[in-house]
């Protein structure tokens, strides 16, 4: 991939590098002198489709554990990938959370091979009527200073 990019920021539009490490949508918070990434969870929250039967139930969760989770772990800047379930037979109250080093990898989890090929199956079990999405930073000294213009 040739050329730059930029990421709208609060304080500006700032360039994006181009390379491994950071790729078309490198967080602005990158480019900072001295500061550190804003750890942000994303959180999907779902029930499973009502016409799955209890088989492909488990067979969802476990195209989940063993093909979704360890695509999406490749991801650069992925912490790490959870998944939980509310009481029951895991089809209700269901949730996916993915801590990132920053908002940014999101968008790169949208534009990943590997992510793109499994979204179909992912949201095909979904009851998407049901589902919610949210994203939040981790509070940290940076945010603090940045946010009280100190």
Known sequence: MGGV???VDPAGVLPNRDSANGGLFA?????LEGSEAMATVYVRTFNLKDSLSDREVIDYWQFLLSEAVPVVQK???VRSVRLFSGAGALRADCRIVIEMDDAGVYERLLIDPGVRKILGKFYGGLD?????????REVTPVLLAALSGS
């Open 75 to 77: 991801v650069n800047g």
């Open 27 to 31: 967080s602005a918070f990158d480019k």
């Open 5 to 7: 990019g930029a990421v």
């Open 128 to 136: 998407l009527k049901t589902s919610t999405q949210a994203f939040r």
